[in-house]
Nanobody
Framework: QVQLQESGGGLVQPGGSLRLSCAASGLTFGTYYMGWFRQTPEKEREFVAAISWSSGVALYTDSVKGRFTISRDDAKNTVYLQMNSLKPDDTAVYSC???????????????WGKGTLVTVSS
């Protein structure tokens, strides 16, 4: 059974930083992708970043390029999202997901965590 558990969310000032973690268990595939998405009551779930577990190649949505970094620790089966220069518009519930390709299309991802709330506010 695949389980994804996010952590690391919280309240941060604009311009601040936060690191999210996604601990994965039950993933037996040798090659797959992990992604981060975010969602607010006003917006549909939005792709943020994705990484190839095997190669480490990463993709980002334009709004976070240069500010967010996705990475993975194979030994810990954990994917991270380092978020710097945070803006109020980054406020959302951030969820990690597993899929077979780094698509922007949320329904194409197979498994999801429950999410962790990131609030960027003064």
């Amino acid at each position: 059974q695949v389980q994804l558990q996010e952590s690391g969310g919280g309240l941060v000032q604009p311009g601040g930083s936060l690191r999210l973690s996604c601990a994965a268990s039950g993933l037996t595939f040798g090659t797959y992708y992990m992604g981060w998405f975010r969602q607010t009551p006003e917006k549909e779930r939005e792709f943020v970043a994705a990484i190839s577990w095997s190669s480490g190649v990463a993709l980002y949505t334009d709004s976070v390029k240069g500010r967010f970094t996705i990475s993975r620790d194979d030994a810990k089966n954990t994917v991270y999202l380092q978020m710097n220069s945070l803006k109020p518009d980054d406020t959302a519930v951030y969820s990690c997901a597993e899929g077979s390709s780094p698509t922007y299309y949320p329904p194409a991802w197979h498994y999801w965590g429950k999410g962790t709330l990131v609030t960027v506010s003064s």
